[in-house]
């Protein structure tokens, strides 16, 4: 069993930051891709970031010069560091991570969501 646990939402007055962590554990092999999505209220969940084991990064349009992707492959865990936090950027945030198990099978898994609620 594969799981992804976050850490890092709460509540934060707009302009403040936030760094959200996504630890993965289990039987895996190699992780590939590591992503944060969100979703917003009454909205779709979209992707916010992702980031290749490389390192190789893609933001969305709207967090680019704001947010930061990081990884450690040695912990299995990446991390988003959120700046200038605007009260639109209010969303549960889900990490995502596309892995190989032990027998060398694709899988992908989704950690249960952090909070993250910027007041104005």
């Known amino acids: 069993q594969v799981q992804l646990v976050e850490s890092g939402g709460g509540l934060v007055q707009a302009g403040g930051s936030l760094r959200l962590s996504c630890a993965a554990s289990g039987r895996i092999f190699r992780i590939h891709n590591m992503d944060w999505y969100r979703q917003g209220p009454g909205q779709q969940r979209d992707l916010v970031a992702r980031i290749s084991r490389g390192g190789s990064t893609n933001y969305t349009d709207s967090v680019k010069g704001r947010f930061t992707i990081s990884r450690d492959n040695a912990k299995n865990t990446v991390y988003l560091q959120m700046s200038s936090l605007k009260p639109e950027d209010t969303a549960v945030y889900y990490c995502?991570?596309?892995?190989?198990?032990?027998?060398?099978?694709?899988?992908?898994?989704w950690g249960q969501g952090t909070q993250v609620t910027v007041s104005s």
């Open positions: 995502h991570a596309l892995f190989l198990t032990l027998s060398l099978t694709s899988r992908e898994v």
